[in-house]
């Protein structure tokens, strides 16, 4: 089957299909029947976005959902992920999403399961659906990728939706840099190295990243209110952006950490404008590999 994995499985015109397609999603009467086909999404890490916004997404298509919750199924009892996930397939799921902190829990599964995986993150590892929002964003905003400015701003080292979209961006033509604190940067990425004071001047799109606090084995570089004022977006700062440029942020949010509380709904904001185009891509998604695995079911 058709899995959704990884970004980097995907060419620059696979994903320009599935942003078109996502595109036209959006604008589509919700007229769709996948009656009869089941979806299961298996969360093992916390969401909201994600788990809900591919539940909208499976629901818009007409696809039934199975209900799975982690802390009551018998993953408790010492159940694998893979005798969990091959028990949904039995069972007649047709489709399952995952979250797992495993980074590449689903090398095990690719080559076992006869379902679609489409993976809503692996630990730090990857959130190829949060990619396909985040470039659907960039491109309802400015039509193409080619030589726009990008800056990823924050934690860099352990996130998932930086690692996917900094070569997915890279491969459609934009210029990628990064900021934040240096503790947190590898060598290769400190020759993107930007201060947050330049990135105001150059950026065409500020993409903001959460502290994730529940994956620093280390204590944070510094208290929060001093993160701000080195390292966040602060009310000040966002005066000096230029004219077009936006706020991005996949979310949840520290407000006052990462970014001032008055910006998160300032005009250059697009932070909730990405959650709903969350719901396109993913059905977008569901639909691209369930037409694949099912030859067509939705045309
Ligand atoms: N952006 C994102 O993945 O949010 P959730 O963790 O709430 O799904």
């Known amino acids: 089957p058709a899995h959704v994995l990884t970004v980097e499985d995907w060419s620059v015109s696979e994903i320009h299909s599935i942003l078109d397609a996502a595109e036209t999603l959006s604008h589509a009467p919700k007229q769709f029947s996948g009656r009869g086909l089941f ?3 298996l969360f093992f890490e916390p969401s909201t976005r994600t788990k809900i916004s591919f539940e909208a997404a499976e629901k818009t298509l007409g696809l039934d959902v199975l209900p799975f919750e982690a802390d009551t199924s018998s993953v408790k009892k010492g159940e694998t992920l893979y005798d969990t996930v091959k028990t949904l397939e039995s069972i007649g799921a047709d489709v399952v999403v995952i979250r797992h902190s495993k980074e590449r829990y ?3 599964l690719r080559d076992k399961i006869n379902i679609p995986i489409i993976n809503g993150g692996d630990g730090c590892g990857h959130h190829p659906t949060q990619s396909f929002l985040d470039l659907l964003t960039i491109k ?3 039509g193409q990728f080619n030589g726009l400015n990008i800056v990823i701003a924050g934690d860099i080292f352990h996130s998932r939706v930086a690692r996917s979209n900094l070569d997915v961006l890279e491969r ?3 210029n990628v840099y990064v900021s934040g604190p240096k503790e947190w940067m590898s060598k290769e990425l400190m020759s993107r190295y930007v201060t947050m004071d330049q990135a105001m001047e150059m950026a065409d799109i500020m993409m903001l990243l959460r502290i994730q606090h529940e994956r620093h084995a280390v204590k944070m570089v510094a208290g929060p209110g001093e993160y701000h004022k080195l ?3 602060t009310a000040q700062r966002e005066k000096k952006m230029k004219k077009h440029s936006i706020i991005m942020h996949p979310a949840p949010i520290n ?6 509380d008055e910006l998160v709904e300032c005009k250059r904001s697009r932070i ?3 959650m709903k185009n969350g719901v396109f891509v993913r059905m977008a998604v569901l639909k691209h590999v369930l037409d694949q695995h099912k030859g067509g079911f939705f045309q």
């Open 39 to 41: 979806a299961a999404n």
């Open 106 to 108: 689903f090398d095990e």
């Open 140 to 142: 309802q905003e400015f």
């Open 172 to 174: 459609l033509g934009a």
């Open 231 to 233: 390292y966040g977006l």
């Open 255 to 260: 407000r006052n950490v990462e970014i001032a």
């Open 272 to 274: 909730f404008k990405q």
